[in-house]
C-alpha cells in the first residue's frame, strides 16, 4: 500500500476508567493518538432478531494506519476505539502486516458500544 493513501484523519483511544467524589468507577476513553489512516468499509450485514422483529444492523471496516509503538502491545487493541469525524468505530483485532514495522490493520465494527 502507498502511504499516500492515508488521507483520513483518526484518534485511537484506549478505555480508562477513574473515580468519582462518591468512590464510584467512571469509565471514560484516553487518547492514544491522532494519525493518518485509510478507512475502507468491508460489509454490511442486517439480521432479524428472534421474534423480535427488529432488525440489527453491522457494518465493518478496515482501517490502515502508519506503523507506530503507540499502537503496541496490538493485543489489547480490542479493548479500543476509533474516532473518525463523528463516528465511532469499534476495533475487534489489529495487525502488523507481513511483521515489517511498516503498516498496522485495525478490524472495526461501526457504532459505540458503550454509549460515549
Request: aromatic share 8%.
Amino acid at each position: 500500500m502507498r502511504i499516500s493513501r492515508l488521507q483520513q484523519r483518526i484518534t485511537v483511544q484506549r478505555r480508562s476508567s477513574t473515580l468519582d467524589a462518591y468512590g464510584q468507577e467512571i469509565n471514560s476513553w484516553t487518547n492514544i493518538g491522532t494519525v493518518w489512516a485509510e478507512v475502507k468499509p468491508m460489509r454490511g450485514t442486517e439480521k432479524m432478531r428472534a421474534n423480535a422483529m427488529v432488525v440489527e444492523s453491522q457494518l465493518t471496516h478496515q482501517v490502515t494506519v502508519r506503523f507506530s509503538e503507540l499502537f503496541l502491545p496490538s493485543i489489547e487493541a480490542d479493548a479500543w476505539r476509533i474516532l473518525f469525524g463523528t463516528r465511532v468505530f469499534n476495533i475487534t483485532s489489529s495487525m502488523n502486516v507481513d511483521e515489517e514495522d511498516k503498516l498496522i490493520i485495525f478490524d472495526c465494527t461501526e457504532g459505540s458500544l458503550d454509549g460515549q
